[in-house]
């Protein structure tokens, strides 16, 4: 699973792009040099990863990327209650998140409407193929800095597969959310680590490819906002299923 462009939607809506906890803008305007920078980030209350923060075994992994167990935070804040699991409990952070969003409607009930949140993604930076990776450092290059992935595997997995492909997927996911909070020093253990996950996909007959995309989210309060998302998958040898054509997409294209 992966969060939708609509699940996207509702929770930066709902939010009004700022953090639940300290209520900072979390897209800092352009300047003259330089590109927006988006600094929040969609937390999981509850992590898929078992040693992850409170991870909950007896969740519907189907479930980890729906709107009910995610918040919107800036970076700062996204890395305390992760680092505090147990201060920060997933009862506390409902608790933050509901309070937060009857601020943000409580805030601009008397204001005029702005354009609808919508999220626009752009035919030229859509991959029209992903690029083969073998190197755990190119990875994490590819998915630092994301916020959201569209994950691609072969069909008609036995269980073992499931669970090995869908591990490293999740632990892909988990490290992008964490990725710019990681010293040089770690960086290269992570890279490292993940070059050895990849070697072990490859001796169990599987290849990992992967790519980012540019898409902007456009309405609501400020300009249009540019974020990155990337496509991984993880197939057997020979599987030519890896053009990153989702058919469930109902974003705009340009």
Same mark, same amino acid.
């Given at each position: 699973?992966?969060?939708?462009?609509?699940?996207?939607?509702?929770?930066?809506?709902?939010?009004?792009n700022r953090c639940a906890i300290?209520?900072?803008?979390?897209?800092?305007?352009?300047?003259?040099?330089?590109?927006?920078?988006?600094?929040?980030?969609?937390?999981?209350?509850?992590?898929?990863?078992?040693?992850?923060?409170?991870? /909950?075994?007896? $969740?519907?992994? #189907?479930?980890?990327?729906?709107?009910? *167990? %995610?918040?919107?935070? +800036?970076?700062? =804040?996204?890395?305390?209650?992760?680092?505090?699991?147990?201060?920060?409990?997933?009862?506390?952070?409902?608790?933050?998140?509901?309070?937060?969003?009857?601020?943000?409607?409580?805030?601009?009930?008397?204001?005029?409407?702005?354009?609808?949140?919508?999220?626009?993604?752009?035919?030229?930076?859509?991959? /029209?193929?992903? $690029?083969?990776? #073998?190197?755990?450092?190119?990875?994490? *290059? %590819?998915?630092?800095? +994301?916020?959201? =992935?569209?994950?691609?595997?072969s069909d008609d997995l036995s269980?073992?597969?499931?669970?090995?492909?869908?591990?490293?997927?999740?632990?892909?996911?988990?490290?992008?959310?964490?990725?710019?909070?990681?010293?040089?020093?770690?960086k290269l253990k992570t890279g490292?680590?993940?070059?050895?996950?990849?070697?072990?996909?490859?001796?169990?007959?599987?290849?990992?490819?992967?790519?980012?995309?540019?898409?902007?989210?456009?309405?609501?309060?400020?300009?249009?906002?540019?974020?990155?998302?990337?496509?991984?998958?993880?197939?057997?040898?020979?599987?030519?299923?890896?053009?990153?054509?989702?058919?469930?997409?109902?974003?705009?294209?340009?």
């Amino acid at each position: 699973m992966a969060i939708t462009d609509k699940t996207r939607k509702v929770l930066w809506g709902r939010s009004g792009n700022r953090c639940a906890i300290c209520r900072q803008v979390l897209v800092i305007e352009r300047t003259a040099a330089d590109a927006d920078a988006v600094v929040g980030d969609e937390c999981h209350i509850h992590s898929g990863a078992k040693n992850g923060p409170r991870y /909950e075994e007896s $969740l519907d992994r #189907e479930k980890l990327d729906e709107i009910d *167990n %995610l918040l919107l935070l +800036c970076r700062v =804040h996204h890395k305390m209650i992760d680092d505090q699991a147990e201060t920060y409990t997933a009862e506390l952070l409902r608790s933050i998140k509901s309070n937060h969003e009857k601020w943000v409607n409580a805030k601009f009930e008397n204001e005029p409407l702005s354009e609808p949140i919508r999220i626009v993604r752009f035919k030229k930076e859509i991959p /029209e193929h992903l $690029l083969p990776v #073998e190197s755990g450092h190119a990875l994490l *290059n %590819l998915v630092s800095g +994301c916020h959201g =992935h569209y994950p691609y595997h072969s069909d008609d997995l036995s269980d073992d597969e499931i669970d090995l492909v869908g591990g490293f997927i999740q632990n892909i996911s988990d490290w992008a959310d964490f990725s710019d909070d990681l010293d040089t020093v770690n960086k290269l253990k992570t890279g490292k680590s993940l070059t050895e996950e990849i070697a072990q996909l490859k001796v169990a007959g599987f290849d990992v490819f992967c790519a980012r995309e540019r898409q902007q989210m456009r309405g609501g309060i400020g300009a249009p906002k540019d974020f990155y998302v990337y496509h991984i998958a993880v197939v057997k040898e020979g599987d030519q299923q890896i053009v990153p054509l989702p058919e469930n997409d109902t974003s705009e294209a340009e």
